[in-house]
Every structure is written in structure tokens, then in C-alpha cells.
């Protein structure tokens, strides 16, 4: 029988007061009352029931065990005006025959021939810097995947267009953040003019995908990429039309190249802290790579680097909250879940749990031996998600950081310029507050 009240969390005076602190340091909000009220905890947010887990177990339940009963949800309504329906945000069926079309094109095998753009894009950038200049690393990282995306995917080299895009997925990704709270019924009375701006980008990103699709079209060269695929499915008769082709490529523009452009900069900033560690990559790639370039059969023996990703990951996950709404009445730790609430879960804040990562604002590569992993329980880590809608990316993403990392950090190191204020900016990914500006060092 599960229990009829509802799992401690914080009261707020009056109605809305609540969305406030959580609008504005979701973050510091989750962690504080996780440690105050423990790992299950329920709030409302305007009129809905929210739950938040920080647990192992209960995450699998969602994500996994039980994901037939949540979805996605209104949160993703609004979200939908900016990316439209692709994979990210549509749900049920659609979902599903989308997800079977795209798989192939980001699978294990396909991606292996990705390999040599990446390193020749981490080339290209080695190439371009210079000695003690300083770059915001969040820009340049995020210029770096946004070329590798449209050469992988869209088989196009996207340089020109690189500025514009960096300005437009700025004001999405913070309009983002009030997007995905689950209040967004709530937020509609609100007068924000971030939402407006945000139309606005999405119209500037819309212009450039619409303009390689109809330059696609025109070419007709048949090739291995993802605007190919999606056109000849169109072309087949499996019944996309042209508004979801378009979604469909948004979608992975986007998708595929601001989290890993996040992952790359944490992962900079964390080695300019950590002299050990950093030393210790140096040393691997000098083994693994001598002085030549790195090469996708490379990527299994560079066994400290994935590390050294796991670690970032771990205290910067990329995407650092996830939510669903349960379709159903369910049960969750014990509790009764009414039908229509929120239910809520943040790599961020499990990947910061002292039970499971002891000192665990600490930098600590060591902590993905596999004996060490082994000691813990799987859902204490995912940063990539779970289920039937974990990240179609991940092994795109674990080749692109592995293999620009090593290409980089074979001929720089950076240190952080000095008095360069670190911070949070929590919006649909993790990025640094205030950027990332940091020396470039030769090696
Ligand atoms: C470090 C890099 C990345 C991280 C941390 C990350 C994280 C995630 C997470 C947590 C989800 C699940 C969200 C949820 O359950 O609500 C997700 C979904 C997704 N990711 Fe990634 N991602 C990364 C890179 C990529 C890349 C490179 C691509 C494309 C090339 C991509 C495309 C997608 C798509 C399309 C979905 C939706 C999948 C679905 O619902 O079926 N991601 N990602």
C-alpha cells in the first residue's frame, strides 16, 4: 500500500513564491532541499504536484522500469514552438518511428567514419591559435562542435555561418530555462521578453537549415548523412513532411552540439585546476599518440581521457536536469503519485551526492576505475539519460570529446585568466555563467 500523504519538501507562503526560487537558482534550490528533506521530495508549483528524486533506484523506475506512464509533458509544449517536433521533443508514435529512422545515422558503426572530421576540425582550430592569447573557451568549444555537426550531419562547412548561430543558441538556451520548469501554464500570464527574443533566434536557425535543405535538394548527392537520410525517407513515402524534416534537422543541430561544446569547456576548466591529472592525460596521449594524430581505433586506449570526461561529467553534467509527467496515478518510493504530476530528477544533483561520490565537489579521475564504478549503484550517474529516451548522441559524443581533446590537448594547455569568476548558468545545458576565458599555453 503506498503511503497517502506526500514526502517532505519545502512549503512556500503563497502561491508562486516557490516558482520564483526556483527560477532563480533552480540548482541551489534542489541541492539544499534534498539535503534538508532527503531524497524524495514534493513541492507545488503553482498548481501541479512536483516531485523531485534523488534517487538511484527511483530514477530507473521512471526512466526506465515504469517510463510507459510518464512523458515528456506540457513542459515541452513551449519548447516546441523553438525546435518544432523532432526527436527531442515529440512523443508516442511519432517518437518511435522517428527514433528507428535516426538511430542508424548516429549508431556505434555509422559514426565511425566521423572520426577523421572531428580530428581534422581539432586541427584546423590547434592550427588557428596562438601563444598566450586568451579565448572565452565556452565560444570557441561551442564553434568547434557547431563545424563538426554540420560537416558530420549536414555534410556542410558551416564557418560563415558559425557567429550567427552562437548568438541565437545564447538566447534560446536561456529562454530555455523558464521554458522547462514545470510551470509553463504558469509562465504564459508572465511578460517575458526572453520568449519573444527566443522566436526570434529560432526564425535566424529556421533560415539556415531551411537554406541547406533546399541546397541539398537541389545536389541530390546521395550520401551518409543525416539531411540525406531524412530526405530520402521523405522521398520514400514514410509520410514526413517538410515542417519535420526541418524539425528533425533543428533538432540535431542544436542537440548535437551545445552539450558537447559544454562538456569540452568544464573539462578545459577542470584540468587548468588540477596540474596532477592534467600531467597525467599528457603523459597517456604521449604513449598512446607519440606526435601523430589521433584515429578512432586510438579512442579504446585512451583509457585516463575517458576518465577525465567521466569526471566532468560526473560535477558538470551537460544536461543537468531532466523531468516527465506521469500520465497515470503511480507510486513512487512508497508514495502516491497523482495523475499529471511533475516528476523531476537532476544528473547534477545525484552526481553531487556525498554518498555516493565522498568529497564530491573534488575533481577526481580515479573515481571511474572500474573497481570504483562497480561500488556504485548505475543510476547514481546519468548524465546521458536513461531508457527508451537516452541520448541518440551518446556515442557521437563520447567519440567528438575523446578525439578533440586528444587532438587539442596534444599541442595546448590552458590555464584560466586570472580573476575570471566561475558560475553556473543552469538552462537547457550547464553553461559557465560568466563563459570561460583562459591562456592559451603551447605545449
Ligand atoms: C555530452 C554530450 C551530450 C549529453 C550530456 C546529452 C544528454 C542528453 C540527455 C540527458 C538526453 C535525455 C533527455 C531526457 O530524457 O529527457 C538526451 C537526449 C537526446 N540527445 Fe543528447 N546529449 C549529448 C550529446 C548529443 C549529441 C551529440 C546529439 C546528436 C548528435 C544528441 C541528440 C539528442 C537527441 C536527439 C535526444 C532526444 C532523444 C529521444 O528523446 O529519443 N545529444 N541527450
Redesign the pocket.
Known amino acids: 500500500m503506498s503511503n497517502p500523504k506526500f514526502p517532505p519538501g519545502p512549503k512556500f507562503l503563497f502561491p508562486g513564491s516557490g516558482l520564483i526560487k526556483l527560477l532563480r537558482d533552480p540548482i541551489s534550490f534542489l541541492m539544499k532541499s534534498v539535503t534538508k528533506y532527503g531524497d524524495l521530495i514534493h513541492f507545488k508549483a503553482g498548481p501541479r504536484h512536483v516531485f523531485f528524486t534523488n534517487h538511484p533506484e527511483q530514477i530507473k523506475d521512471i526512466l526506465v522500469t515504469h517510463q510507459k506512464n510518464f512523458i515528456?509533458g506540457e513542459a515541452l509544449e513551449r519548447t516546441k514552438q523553438l525546435l518544432g517536433e523532432g526527436?527531442?521533443t515529440s512523443e508516442g508514435e511519432l517518437?518511435l518511428k522517428q527514433?528507428r529512422l535516426i538511430q542508424p545515422i548516429?549508431h556505434r558503426q555509422n559514426i565511425e567514419r566521423y572520426a577523421s572530421i572531428m580530428v581534422e576540425y581539432g586541427v584546423r582550430i590547434r592550427e588557428a591559435w596562438r601563444n598566450a592569447s586568451i579565448l572565452d573557451m565556452s565560444q570557441e568549444m561551442a564553434r568547434l562542435t557547431l563545424l563538426v555537426?554540420g560537416k558530420t550531419?549536414f555534410n556542410r562547412d558551416v564557418d560563415q555561418e558559425a557567429k550567427e548561430v552562437g548568438e541565437a543558441m545564447t538566447t534560446l538556451v536561456n529562454a530555455f530555462r523558464m521554458m522547462l520548469l514545470p510551470i509553463s501554464d504558469l509562465l504564459e500570464k508572465l511578460p517575458l521578453p526572453g520568449i519573444h527574443k527566443a522566436l526570434k533566434a529560432r526564425e535566424t536557425l529556421d533560415k539556415i537549415i531551411q537554406k541547406m535543405i533546399e541546397e541539398r535538394r537541389k545536389e541530390r548527392h546521395d550520401s551518409w548523412d543525416l539531411l540525406s537520410l531524412l530526405l530520402s525517407a521523405q522521398e520514400n513515402g514514410e509520410g514526413m513532411n517538410d515542417q519535420q524534416v526541418r524539425d528533425e534537422a533543428m533538432?540535431?543541430f542544436l542537440?548535437?552540439h551545445e552539450?558537447?561544446a559544454n562538456?569540452l569547456t568544464w573539462t578545459w576548466y577542470l584540468l587548468s585546476q588540477n596540474p596532477q591529472a592534467e600531467a597525467k592525460l599528457h603523459q597517456e596521449l604521449k604513449e598512446v599518440l607519440g606526435d601523430r594524430l589521433p584515429t578512432y581505433e586510438d579512442m579504446e586506449k585512451l583509457k585516463y581521457l575517458y576518465m577525465v570526461f567521466s569526471e566532468s561529467?560526473r560535477l558538470y553534467?551537460?544536461?543537468w536536469a531532466?523531468g516527465r509527467r506521469a500520465i497515470d496515478e503511480c507510486e513512487l518510493g512508497g508514495y502516491r503519485v497523482p495523475r499529471g504530476s511533475i516528476v523531476a530528477m537532476s544528473p547534477f544533483v545525484i552526481h553531487h551526492s556525498e554518498k555516493y561520490y565522498p568529497d564530491s565537489w573534488r575533481f577526481d579521475p580515479m573515481r571511474w576505475t572500474p573497481e570504483a564504478q562497480a561500488q556504485r549503484p548505475k543510476f547514481a550517474y546519468f548524465?546521458?539519460?536513461a531508457g527508451g529516451?537516452?541520448?541518440?548522441?551518446e556515442h557521437?559524443?563520447w567519440m567528438?570529446?575523446i578525439l578533440l581533446m586528444a587532438t587539442l590537448a596534444q599541442k595546448w594547455k590552458m590555464r584560466l585568466a586570472p580573476g575570471h569568476p566561475i558560475g553556473l548558468q543552469p538552462g537547457i545545458t550547464l553553461r559557465p555563467k560568466y563563459g570561460m576565458k583562459m591562456i592559451l599555453e603551447k605545449r
Open positions: 515528456k526527436l527531442l517518437h527514433r548516429l555537426v550531419l533538432t540535431l542537440a548535437g552539450t558537447t562538456a561529467m553534467p551537460p544536461a531532466i548524465p546521458f539519460g529516451r537516452v541520448c541518440i548522441g557521437f559524443a567528438e570529446e
